[in-house]
């Protein structure tokens, strides 16, 4: 099935990314892991998302799932959803660069009755031919924006 024409400007992410990455916020202990990432395209104006990450020792650690939509050629919405009780909608605007594109998102956060509380994200990704760096900050538990992580991934497949 043939790739949906709003994909094109995001085409570049569709397949597996594998890399480190490293944590840091004010209430915890900064910590390293390894994040995958997968993005594929089933013949709609979106693409599937399903992240996960892994301690240096092998344990899991997170995942998230979710859909990055193209709207109009350069705006984006990522809406996502999280075990940890969040769903979170983002929304930002491609930046195209000579072999990818850069964007910054910022989200709207709903947080379940027993999930800690998350006021909002901004996550930027990066995506520069065969890498793939992304970061994420938060407003959560009484701290404000913050970066928290933070990782470069390459292709996969």
């Not at 900064?30 to 993005?39: D, G, K, L, N, R």
């Not at 956060?109 to 994200?121: E, F, L, Q």
């Amino acid at each position: 099935m043939p790739m949906h024409p709003a994909l094109k400007p995001v085409s570049g992410l569709i397949g597996t990314w594998r890399g480190a990455g490293r944590g840091e916020y004010p209430t915890i202990d900064s910590f390293e892991y390894t994040e995958e990432v997968t993005f594929a395209e089933a013949g709609k104006p979106f693409l599937t998302y399903v992240q996960k990450t892994w301690s240096p020792e092998g344990a899991p650690m997170h995942t998230e799932t979710g859909y990055l939509r193209v709207c109009d050629g350069s705006a984006l919405e990522f809406v996502l959803s999280q075990p940890t009780g969040q769903t979170e909608l983002a929304e930002g605007t491609l930046i195209p660069a000579a072999d990818g594109f850069s964007c910054e998102l910022h989200s709207r956060v709903m947080n379940s009755a027993s999930a800690k509380h998350v006021d909002k994200t901004r996550r930027t990704i990066e995506l520069t031919g065969d890498v793939l760096t992304t970061s994420f900050a938060m407003a959560a538990v009484g701290v404000p924006m913050t970066h928290h992580l933070a990782s470069e991934m390459r292709r996969a497949n």
